[in-house]
């Protein structure tokens, strides 16, 4: 209990902006070490960020990565991330290494099938590994790896979800460039004794999120008459400082060592509840109308859209169960609270 208490006192919440992580309800976890010297890759980005100001509130030694240069004597300034980058300067006198950064963009339209998943593959595979192996080589006693949920697939049928098991290799060109890294960090922690820890999030949103997200808020802001008032799937979200929640547990929990585990809200929603708390979030009527699910399937099969309606009305759940048990964790901040505290980012910067 003593050792609870002070890391209680010393967990405390930090700033971001006009958003605080907010730890109070999350299981605490017996501290393995008083200092962590940590290095996290896309550590100006939208996870990776985070991930340095909660090490950092923590007391532990931090450097990062970053794309672009800067005065900040805490990150390493590298450009780009493939098979060939020289990690050795980042590396030294690290305990864990937070690989957050990714490539993640669609490529352009012009590019063949076989063009982007190279582009993948040579950052989220190649990048990644030789990092792996010369964070081995530098002493690193733990590599903790931000994959993706969609190593495992784009969805899940129904009362099915997704558990931490490898199936077979996922066709989407972002999820099997995530897959074959995977095997690979597997491969170097065998051969090199280095710990390796992979989590694979699902959809990440938070304050400063981007993306679909982002338009679906703005979608709501508009008070436009939406026809997803009618959606019966459930699909596993994860809000920001639950996720980074996790990847601290993951950077000195003993029982995380070469692990894959889970992430999500545990509470997962519709995609008809997740706009309407946006809309509660914004004291605005939601306004969506109850299209039946199916017409939506139809009418987006005819524009050839189908894509688009596989995330909006498809089932995407994780079984979080393994990682909860296995390190006594559990997230942090509600469903609810992280959606007002994404509302509330959102509409302050608008």
């Known amino acids: 209990m003593e050792q609870q208490a002070k890391y209680a006192d010393i967990l405390g919440m930090f700033d971001a902006g006009r958003h605080c992580l907010m730890l109070e309800s999350c299981v605490l976890r017996p501290r393995v070490s008083e200092t962590v010297n940590f290095f996290v890759t896309g550590g100006s980005g939208f996870v990776g960020r985070r991930v340095v100001e909660a090490g950092t509130s923590l007391g532990w030694q931090c450097t990062y990565q970053s794309r672009s240069a800067t005065i900040n004597l805490e990150s390493q300034f590298v450009t780009s991330i493939d098979g060939d980058t020289d990690w050795s300067s980042p590396l030294t006198g690290v305990d864990v290494v937070v690989h957050c950064a990714a490539r993640v963009h669609q490529m352009t339209e012009s590019q063949s099938p ?131 929640s996790l990847i601290l547990t993951c950077c000195e929990h003993p029982n995380a060592a070469n692990r894959t585990f889970l992430v999500s809200d545990n509470d997962d929603v519709s995609t008809t509840k997740l706009m309407q708390q946006i809309a509660d979030s914004m004291a605005r009527p939601s306004r969506l109308i109850p299209i039946p699910q199916s017409l939506i399937e139809v009418g987006a099969k005819v524009l050839g859209k189908s894509h688009l309606s596989d995330r909006l009305c498809g089932n995407l759940q994780l079984d979080v169960t393994e990682t909860l048990n296995t390190l006594s964790w559990k997230p942090p901040v509600s469903f609810e609270k992280g959606i007002q505290e994404t509302v509330s980012a959102f509409l302050s910067d608008k």
């Open 114 to 244: 076989e063009d982007v998943l190279a582009s993948y593959r040579e950052v989220n595979t190649l990048g990644t590994l030789n990092l792996a192996r010369q964070a081995a080589q530098s002493g690193v006693k733990r590599f903790v790896f931000i994959s993706s949920i969609k190593v495992n697939g784009e969805k899940t049928g129904k009362d099915e979800a997704f558990e931490p098991t490898l199936a077979d290799a996922p066709t989407d060109p972002y999820g099997l460039s995530k897959y074959e890294a995977e095997i690979g960090l597997r491969e170097i922690a065998e051969e090199t004794g280095m710990e390796v820890v992979i989590i694979r999030p699902p959809l990440v949103y938070g304050p400063g999120v981007k993306a679909n997200f982002e338009s679906m808020m703005k979608l709501m802001r508009k008070g436009i008459p939406l026809p997803f008032g009618a959606i019966n799937n459930q699909r596993s979200l994860v809000y920001i400082d639950n996720l980074v």
